[in-house]
Protein backbone atom coordinates (compact mmCIF):
# COMPACT_ATOMS: atom_id res chain seq x y z
CA UNK A 1 0.00 0.00 0.00
CA UNK A 2 1.28 3.48 -0.82
CA UNK A 3 1.27 5.99 1.88
CA UNK A 4 -0.74 9.37 1.48
CA UNK A 5 2.53 11.31 1.31
CA UNK A 6 4.23 9.39 -1.15
CA UNK A 7 1.47 9.34 -3.75
CA UNK A 8 1.25 13.35 -3.07
CA UNK A 9 5.07 13.13 -4.11
CA UNK A 10 4.26 11.08 -7.46
CA UNK A 11 1.49 13.27 -7.88
CA UNK A 12 3.55 16.40 -7.92
CA UNK A 13 6.12 15.22 -9.46
CA UNK A 14 4.11 14.25 -12.73
CA UNK A 15 2.06 17.35 -12.20
CA UNK A 16 5.08 19.45 -12.52
CA UNK A 17 6.78 16.70 -15.28
CA UNK A 18 3.69 16.37 -17.72
CA UNK A 19 2.93 19.16 -20.68
CA UNK A 20 0.41 21.49 -20.16
CA UNK A 21 -0.93 20.97 -23.37
CA UNK A 22 -1.30 17.62 -22.85
CA UNK A 23 -4.23 17.51 -20.28
CA UNK A 24 -7.61 19.73 -20.31
CA UNK A 25 -7.28 18.49 -15.87
CA UNK A 26 -4.85 16.65 -14.11
CA UNK A 27 -3.88 13.36 -14.62
CA UNK A 28 -5.30 10.86 -13.17
CA UNK A 29 -2.54 8.54 -11.27
CA UNK A 30 -3.30 5.20 -9.68
CA UNK A 31 -0.32 3.45 -7.83
CA UNK A 32 0.17 0.10 -6.43
CA UNK A 33 3.51 -1.91 -5.51
CA UNK A 34 4.50 -2.46 -9.38
CA UNK A 35 2.80 0.33 -11.89
CA UNK A 36 2.12 3.78 -11.59
CA UNK A 37 -1.19 4.32 -14.25
CA UNK A 38 -0.97 7.80 -15.98
CA UNK A 39 -4.31 8.95 -17.56
CA UNK A 40 -4.49 12.03 -19.33
CA UNK A 41 -7.22 13.75 -19.59
CA UNK A 42 -7.75 15.57 -23.40
CA UNK A 43 -10.13 18.19 -24.52
CA UNK A 44 -13.13 16.81 -26.19
CA UNK A 45 -13.53 16.64 -29.77
CA UNK A 46 -16.25 18.53 -31.33
CA UNK A 47 -19.57 16.10 -31.37
CA UNK A 48 -20.29 14.39 -34.51
CA UNK A 49 -23.78 14.24 -36.40
CA UNK A 50 -23.97 11.08 -34.44
CA UNK A 51 -23.19 9.05 -31.19
CA UNK A 52 -20.96 6.79 -33.51
CA UNK A 53 -19.41 9.57 -35.20
CA UNK A 54 -17.99 11.21 -31.78
CA UNK A 55 -16.82 8.08 -30.27
CA UNK A 56 -14.82 7.18 -33.72
CA UNK A 57 -13.56 10.74 -33.59
CA UNK A 58 -12.71 10.32 -29.99
CA UNK A 59 -10.98 7.07 -30.59
CA UNK A 60 -8.63 9.06 -33.67
CA UNK A 61 -7.69 11.24 -31.54
CA UNK A 62 -6.68 8.96 -28.99
CA UNK A 63 -4.90 6.81 -30.88
CA UNK A 64 -2.95 10.17 -32.78
CA UNK A 65 -1.87 11.71 -29.55
CA UNK A 66 -0.30 8.15 -28.70
CA UNK A 67 1.57 8.07 -31.53
CA UNK A 68 2.29 12.12 -31.59
CA UNK A 69 3.74 11.81 -27.86
CA UNK A 70 5.14 8.14 -28.02
CA UNK A 71 8.81 9.61 -27.45
CA UNK A 72 8.32 11.95 -25.21
CA UNK A 73 5.96 9.74 -23.18
CA UNK A 74 8.79 7.20 -22.72
CA UNK A 75 11.32 10.17 -21.72
CA UNK A 76 8.94 10.74 -18.49
CA UNK A 77 8.45 6.79 -18.28
CA UNK A 78 11.91 6.28 -17.56
CA UNK A 79 12.65 9.23 -15.69
CA UNK A 80 9.47 8.25 -13.54
CA UNK A 81 10.65 4.28 -13.37
CA UNK A 82 14.48 4.74 -11.94
CA UNK A 83 12.56 7.42 -9.41
CA UNK A 84 9.91 5.21 -8.20
CA UNK A 85 10.92 1.68 -9.41
CA UNK A 86 7.56 1.36 -10.83
CA UNK A 87 6.92 0.49 -14.66
CA UNK A 88 4.58 3.23 -15.93
CA UNK A 89 1.47 3.04 -17.99
CA UNK A 90 -0.33 5.54 -20.01
CA UNK A 91 -3.71 6.03 -20.94
CA UNK A 92 -6.10 8.89 -22.04
CA UNK A 93 -9.47 9.98 -21.59
CA UNK A 94 -11.22 11.89 -23.91
CA UNK A 95 -15.02 12.66 -23.28
CA UNK A 96 -16.70 9.22 -22.31
CA UNK A 97 -14.07 7.53 -24.27
CA UNK A 98 -10.46 5.70 -22.38
CA UNK A 99 -7.58 4.15 -23.27
CA UNK A 100 -4.65 1.99 -21.64
CA UNK A 101 -1.77 1.71 -23.38
CA UNK A 102 0.81 -1.24 -22.38
CA UNK A 103 -0.25 -1.29 -18.81
CA UNK A 104 0.74 -5.03 -16.76
CA UNK A 105 -1.01 -7.67 -15.94
CA UNK A 106 0.58 -9.29 -13.17
CA UNK A 107 0.67 -12.86 -12.67
CA UNK A 108 -0.90 -13.35 -9.50
CA UNK A 109 -0.83 -17.12 -7.83
CA UNK A 110 -3.02 -18.29 -5.25
CA UNK A 111 -5.04 -22.03 -3.91
CA UNK A 112 -8.23 -22.14 -4.26
CA UNK A 113 -10.18 -25.42 -2.11
CA UNK A 114 -12.78 -27.04 -4.37
CA UNK A 115 -15.59 -25.18 -4.26
CA UNK A 116 -13.63 -22.00 -5.20
CA UNK A 117 -12.06 -24.15 -8.19
CA UNK A 118 -15.39 -25.09 -9.03
CA UNK A 119 -16.83 -21.51 -9.40
CA UNK A 120 -14.09 -20.62 -11.63
CA UNK A 121 -14.72 -24.16 -13.96
CA UNK A 122 -18.35 -23.00 -14.19
CA UNK A 123 -17.52 -19.83 -15.69
CA UNK A 124 -14.75 -21.27 -18.28
CA UNK A 125 -17.37 -24.12 -19.39
CA UNK A 126 -20.30 -21.10 -19.75
CA UNK A 127 -17.85 -19.29 -22.31
CA UNK A 128 -17.85 -16.28 -19.80
CA UNK A 129 -14.17 -16.65 -19.58
CA UNK A 130 -11.23 -18.53 -21.20
CA UNK A 131 -9.19 -19.87 -18.44
CA UNK A 132 -9.32 -20.22 -14.61
CA UNK A 133 -7.15 -17.18 -14.93
CA UNK A 134 -9.51 -15.31 -17.03
CA UNK A 135 -12.40 -16.49 -14.88
CA UNK A 136 -10.43 -15.24 -11.51
CA UNK A 137 -9.83 -11.87 -13.14
CA UNK A 138 -13.82 -11.29 -14.30
CA UNK A 139 -14.87 -11.83 -10.38
CA UNK A 140 -11.99 -9.55 -9.04
CA UNK A 141 -13.40 -7.10 -11.89
CA UNK A 142 -17.05 -7.98 -10.75
CA UNK A 143 -16.03 -7.38 -7.03
CA UNK A 144 -14.70 -4.04 -8.20
CA UNK A 145 -17.35 -3.09 -9.94
CA UNK A 146 -20.21 -3.72 -7.23
CA UNK A 147 -17.96 -2.81 -4.49
CA UNK A 148 -16.34 0.24 -5.42
CA UNK A 149 -17.54 2.20 -2.24
CA UNK A 150 -16.03 -0.02 0.15
CA UNK A 151 -12.98 -0.88 -1.38
CA UNK A 152 -12.35 3.38 -1.63
CA UNK A 153 -13.46 3.20 2.16
CA UNK A 154 -10.91 0.13 2.96
CA UNK A 155 -8.11 1.68 0.63
CA UNK A 156 -8.32 5.14 3.18
CA UNK A 157 -8.10 3.13 6.22
CA UNK A 158 -5.01 1.28 4.82
CA UNK A 159 -3.55 4.43 3.74
CA UNK A 160 -4.06 6.08 7.07
CA UNK A 161 -1.99 3.28 8.41
CA UNK A 162 0.94 3.35 6.55
CA UNK A 163 0.76 7.29 7.22
CA UNK A 164 0.87 6.15 11.25
CA UNK A 165 3.21 3.46 10.71
CA UNK A 166 6.03 5.99 8.77
CA UNK A 167 6.01 8.16 11.65
CA UNK A 168 6.63 5.61 14.26
CA UNK A 169 10.15 4.14 15.39
CA UNK A 170 12.21 2.50 12.56
CA UNK A 171 13.28 -0.98 13.12
Known sequence: MIT?????????WFAGRLPQDWQESPADLSVDRDEIVVT????????????????????GRASAFREDTREQ?????????????????????????QELWTHLAAPTMTRLRQPQRQVLDTLVDAGVARS???????????????????????????SQVADVRSKGPEA
Open 73 to 97: RMAIAREAQRRYERTVSWGVRIGDH
Open 40 to 59: LNLPDVEAGESEAETAEARA
Open 4 to 12: KEAMERVRG
Open 132 to 158: RADALAWCVRLVAQHEDDWLTELREAM
